[in-house]
């Protein structure tokens, strides 16, 4: 039996725009996001019992079809027209339903893992298609760079100049459903990606400038500790902040990892929040 681990880091979006619902039902998006190295680990095992099992030690998963790591490398076996035996061993770090993309994540390393594990020459746009099939987030996290996303959050670019700069995620046990909030999203018209300017952060305040969440609306709404974490992060010295995809999750721009880190002990000391001091990636 083949093994190897990987890392499955965490995303943040520096922006987020809902330009519209589209047709088929899905939402019209422009977003900058970027991965951070607050990571899950993941084995990946093959050879074997033909079948896909999948564990996560203390964190309960939603058995075979449902759970979206398992569903990766099943739909990837059935891409490639292989029967083999797949054994996934998630320890999770990133939490749940907190707007960092985990479970989009530990599916994009699944794919991109098996792709390796079985030595079988597998293309980026057929990891791009099956990740599509998992979820929006999916194949940003095959892209695996900072990206200008737009469609349904799909359409992918290179974002080349982000500024040197460290965050701070602050997620105070909430879990927020994704789907939830963009059902309660009001939208007042229609955008145009045309009329956005396109994501720019060459510097820091550059950066803090362009932090934007439509989502934010719908969320500190309902969830007021939200706002309260902004400011406290930016009491704390952080030049910007942001709740990241749809929550519950906060993030604070800091100048390096000393501050982040610092700041994150500070706050410790009074909230019972969990904290992430975390470099890009």
């Not at 896909?52 to 058995?63: D, E, F, N, T």
């Not at 990133?94 to 994540?105: C, D, Q, T």
């Not at 994501?199 to 969320?219: K, M, P, Q, Y």
Request: aromatic share 6%.
């Amino acid at each position: 039996m083949k093994e190897k681990s990987f890392l499955s880091p965490a995303k943040i979006n520096l922006c987020l725009h809902v330009l519209g619902r589209r047709a088929d039902g899905y939402h019209e998006l422009a977003m900058a996001m970027q991965r951070v190295d607050l990571c899950d680990r993941i084995i990946l095992r093959v050879g074997g019992r033909p079948g896909v099992r999948v564990s996560c030690a203390g964190v309960p998963l939603a058995a075979g079809e449902e759970n979206i790591a398992a569903r990766a490398a099943r739909l990837l076996l059935q891409a490639l027209g292989l029967d083999v035996g797949v054994e996934i061993e998630i320890s999770k770090q990133i939490p749940v339903a907190a707007g960092l993309g985990g479970g989009s994540s530990n599916a994009a390393t699944v794919l991109s893992g098996l792709a390796e594990l079985l030595d079988i020459s597998v293309t980026q746009q057929c990891l791009y298609d099956v990740g599509e099939q998992l979820g929006a987030d999916v194949p940003f996290f095959i892209f695996a760079r900072p990206a200008w996303a737009t469609g349904t959050g799909t359409e992918l670019s290179l974002l080349s100049e982000l500024p040197q700069v460290a965050y701070l995620l602050v997620n105070p046990g909430i879990a927020v459903s994704t789907a939830w909030v963009y059902q309660s999203l009001r939208l007042t018209k229609g955008g145009e990606l045309a009329n956005l300017p396109r994501f720019s952060a060459a510097t820091r305040d550059d950066l803090c400038a362009a932090l934007h969440n439509d989502l934010e609306r719908v969320t500190l709404e309902h969830y007021p500790l939200l706002a309260k974490i902004k400011r406290v992060l930016l009491e704390q010295g952080a030049s910007g902040s942001l709740m990241s995809g749809s929550g519950a999750t906060v993030f604070g721009v800091f100048s390096d990892y000393a501050a982040a880190d610092s700041a994150a002990v500070a706050l410790a000391e009074e909230y019972d929040w969990l904290f992430y001091p975390v470099r890009p990636i």
